[in-house]
């Protein structure tokens, strides 16, 4: 089991679309408590009570086959090498910034969509996350025989892609509660998350199926 925590910051911005009340932005102390049994996390949660009024808690989980709950595989693109990590996620001291939001899902929404269109929200496959253009990578210049974009202008991997949000790249391990995604993200400067989010506000399709009820940033001090 590990827990992690980080102490509030600001500078996070309200987006258009977050749908956040006021017990459920910002917060002082972030207390991220993870493992593989659902009873010893929650007793943990329970002891581990600081002193404080409690904004919010949630409980998440990981599919095995890390979907969604809209059935998407999800945290693919992320660092993986540890010059990656040095370069996006830890600052010098060894310390990284987290944001966490709650984002409520209409599932039922998405998922009365045919297939083809889900996959189009998000630029890749539903059964196996091959990028629409094919391929490893996603590849936002391949175009059709029409002259079309294969990815969506609209879809979630262009409009969060770090080339087209001009933002780096995060470290984001998201989890799913009952309702959603508890999306979290790390990053060594608030602003990547900042930068990507504002792309996505200004035309995700994914959008029209996710709002955030909780939105909050933190330091997260080194480990030693
Ligand atoms: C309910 C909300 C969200 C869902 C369900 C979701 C789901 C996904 C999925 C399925 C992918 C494709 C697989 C992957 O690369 O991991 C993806 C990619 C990505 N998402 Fe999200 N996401 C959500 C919100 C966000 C938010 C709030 C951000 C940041 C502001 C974000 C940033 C990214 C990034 C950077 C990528 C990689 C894009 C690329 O380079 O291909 N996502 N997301």
Same mark, same amino acid.
């Given at each position: 089991?590990? !827990?992690? /925590?980080?102490?509030?910051?600001?500078?996070?911005?309200?987006?258009?679309?977050?749908?956040?009340?006021?017990?459920?932005?910002?917060?002082?102390?972030?207390?991220?408590?993870?493992?593989?049994?659902?009873?010893?996390?929650?007793?943990?949660?329970?002891?581990?009570?600081?002193?404080?009024?409690?904004?919010?808690?949630?409980?998440?989980?990981?599919?095995?086959?890390?979907?969604?709950?809209?059935?998407?595989?999800?945290?693919?693109?992320?660092?993986?090498?540890?010059?990656?990590?040095?370069?996006?996620?830890?600052?010098?001291?060894?310390?990284?910034?987290?944001?966490?939001?709650?984002?409520?899902?209409?599932?039922?929404?998405?998922?009365?969509?045919?297939?083809?269109?889900?996959?189009?929200?998000?630029?890749?496959?539903?059964?196996?996350? !091959?990028?629409?253009?094919?391929?490893?990578?996603?590849?936002?210049?391949?175009?059709?025989?029409?002259?079309? /974009?294969?990815?969506?202008?609209?879809?979630?991997?262009?409009?969060?892609?770090?080339?087209?949000?001009?933002?780096?790249?995060?470290?984001?391990?998201?989890?799913?509660?009952?309702?959603?995604?508890?999306?979290?993200?790390?990053?060594?400067?608030?602003?990547?998350?900042?930068?990507?989010?504002?792309?996505?506000?200004?035309?995700?399709?994914?959008?029209?199926?996710?709002?955030?009820?909780?939105?909050?940033?933190?330091?997260?001090?080194?480990?030693?």
């Amino acid at each position: 089991m590990t !827990v992690t /925590y980080g102490h509030g910051i600001d500078g996070l911005p309200e987006f258009p679309g977050d749908a956040v009340l006021p017990q459920d932005l910002g917060g002082r102390l972030f207390l991220q408590i993870c493992g593989d049994d659902p009873d010893a996390v929650r007793d943990a949660a329970t002891r581990l009570r600081p002193d404080g009024r409690l904004r919010w808690r949630e409980q998440g989980f990981c599919n095995s086959d890390r979907t969604n709950g809209l059935g998407f595989q999800d945290g693919i693109v992320v660092p993986k090498t540890a010059e990656e990590f040095d370069q996006e996620v830890w600052l010098p001291d060894g310390s990284t910034i987290a944001v966490v939001r709650r984002m409520k899902l209409d599932v039922a929404a998405f998922t009365a969509m045919p297939v083809a269109d889900q996959e189009r929200v998000f630029g890749r496959r539903k059964h196996d996350a !091959v990028p629409l253009s094919g391929g490893e990578e996603v590849d936002l210049s391949a175009k059709t025989p029409d002259g079309e /974009y294969v990815i969506p202008a609209d879809a979630h991997v262009r409009r969060a892609h770090p080339l087209t949000a001009g933002a780096g790249l995060m470290l984001r391990r998201s989890y799913n509660y009952a309702e959603g995604l508890l999306f979290i993200s790390y990053q060594r400067e608030l602003k990547t998350f900042v930068n990507t989010m504002y792309r996505m506000v200004d035309g995700d399709a994914l959008l029209r199926y996710a709002t955030t009820t909780s939105s909050a940033a933190f330091r997260i001090p080194p480990l030693n």
